[in-house]
């Protein structure tokens, strides 16, 4: 399969101030997070896993939401990017979404 054009730079800087301001807020899973590091870096999925130092089923199942990848995994692949995997709160959403509908 052939390789994506990378972006730019000024596309990875544009597309790096969205994923950081996303996680800020807490508006990435895990999956989405994944999708968008592999999109700054313009990679296949394979060529993500390699530099990465995982395979490429790791990388299709996060991106999937279907994997249980290891802390040491999620480590790898985000120290990339200056993150590492942590005690985060939950999401306003999926709070919301777990309790008893408010009535109107």
């Known amino acids: 399969m052939p390789r994506r054009n990378a972006p730019t730079r000024e596309e990875q800087n ?7 301001e996303d996680l800020e807020r807490g508006d990435m899973t895990i999956p989405q997070a994944l999708k968008a590091m592999r999109k700054m870096t313009g990679l296949t999925q394979a060529e993500f896993a390699a530099h990465r130092g995982v395979s490429r089923r790791v990388i299709q199942d996060i991106e999937r939401g279907t994997g249980n990848p290891t802390v040491e995994s999620l480590n ?14 939950i999401r306003r959403r999926e709070r919301e979404a777990r309790s008893p509908a408010a009535s109107p």
């Open 76 to 89: 790898s692949i985000a120290k990339l990017f200056g993150l590492q995997v942590g005690f985060v709160p």
């Open 14 to 20: 544009a597309l790096r101030r969205a994923f950081y």
